[in-house]
T-cell receptor, first 116, second 114 residues
């Protein structure tokens, strides 16, 4: 069965330094993968998605992620953190099998703290 | 703003009661999804509707039901509420059914069961 593991529950960086949020997935099919962000008391916003095209995916606000099939990873990066990046980040994989392709499976989330 | 609206924003009720959460998808989207976010379970898929028909079911309790109406808005009905049902309930919508379709999320309804 498909699953997502976010390797860090909490990441703390200083403003202006790089961000790395790690995600491993498990899927029998070629999955679609997403990163969503949730700011406090807000809904979920799509950062970027991978759908079997280019393995390096660029998203909004300077974020990007690289799909590595051999490592079953989809890590999220940003060259320089901004205070406004502080939020909860979710790595997400789509479901498998007919009837489940619309189902999103979420990781447990990584809280990103950005220090001034 | 994703274009998905949910009402109400907050709901406080007592155990044993029944509530209805409402969702209006983005204009043109035919699929509606419901998710539950709780501290112990994280974000979990509940159910999906496409153009009025149920298409996928996740970890949805028998006390919960949903439907999608001809105007494509959706309602999630929660009955015989328990303390453990307290959570943030999200609705999302997408154009179609495919795994590549982006799901756009509403702001959520925070349910508190006392």
């Amino acid at each position: 069965a498909q699953s997502v593991t976010q390797l860090d529950s909490h990441v703390s960086v200083s403003e202006g330094t790089p961000v790395l949020l790690r995600c491993n997935y498990s899927s029998s099919y070629s999955p679609s993968l997403f990163w969503y962000v949730q700011h406090p008391n807000k809904g979920l916003q799509l950062l970027l998605k991978y759908t079997s095209a280019a393995t390096l995916v660029k998203g909004i606000n300077g974020f990007e992620a690289e799909f590595k099939k051999s490592e079953t990873s989809f890590h999220l990066t940003k060259p320089s953190a901004h205070m406004s990046d502080a939020a909860e980040y979710f790595c997400v994989v789509t479901g498998e099998g007919s009837g489940n392709t619309g189902k999103l499976i979420f990781g447990q989330g990584t809280t990103l703290q950005v220090k001034p | 703003d994703s274009g998905v609206t949910q009402t109400p924003k907050h709901l406080i009720t007592a155990t044993g009661q029944r509530v209805t959460l409402r969702c209006s998808p983005r204009s043109g989207d035919l699929s509606v999804y419901w998710y539950q976010q709780s501290l112990d379970q994280g974000l979990q898929f509940l159910i999906q509707y496409y153009n009025g028909e149920e298409r996928a079911k996740g970890n949805i309790l028998e006390r919960f039901s949903a439907q999608q109406f001809p105007d494509l808005h959706s309602e999630l009905n929660l009955s015989s509420l328990e303390l453990g049902d307290s959570a943030l309930y999200f609705c999302a919508s997408s154009v179609g059914l495919g795994r590549a379709d982006t799901q756009y999320f509403g702001p959520g309804t925070r349910l508190t069961v006392l």
